[in-house]
């Protein structure tokens, strides 16, 4: 069982940098891949970003790649994500989550349905 709080969610101005954390509970935090997720009103849930348990392997929606950035703290049980170059169509709620994908191919990554443990989630806004 793994338990996911996220922080650092805000309302920031366009051009403007946000870090996010996932902080877990449990001790097998290291051997679960972990993804951050985000849900806009009366929109699906998207896929933003994932990580192997390793931090081998990092996999980002083409929306944000180049802005964003995973990466985790085993050691903190803590997953981050530093956001910069925020843009207005960034405004979310975001999502950690953690779970098994198999294989370790951007297919499974990316598919929320592949996680079994979610966090509550943090609201980002980011003003024009």
């Known amino acids: 069982q793994v338990q996911l709080v996220e922080s650092g969610g805000g309302l920031v101005q366009a051009g403007g940098s946000l870090r996010l954390s996932c902080a877990a509970s449990?001790?097998?935090?290291?051997?679960?891949?972990m993804g951050w997720f985000r849900q806009a009103p009366g929109k699906e849930r998207e896929f933003v970003a994932a990580?192997?348990?390793?931090?081998?392997?990092?996999y980002y929606a083409d929306s944000v790649k180049g802005r964003f950035t995973i990466s985790r703290d085993n050691a903190k049980n803590t997953m981050y994500l530093q956001m910069n170059s925020l843009k207005p169509e960034d405004t979310a709620g975001y999502y950690c989550?953690?779970?098994?994908?198999?294989?370790?191919?951007?297919?499974?990554?990316?598919?929320?349905?592949?996680?079994?443990?979610w966090g509550q989630g943090t609201q980002v806004t980011v003003s024009s």
């Open positions: 989550a953690a779970g098994r994908p198999s294989p370790s191919q951007y297919y499974y990554y990316s598919s929320s349905d592949r996680y079994d443990y």
């Open positions: 449990g001790r097998s935090f290291s051997t679960y891949t």
């Open positions: 990580i192997s348990w390793s931090s081998t392997l990092t």
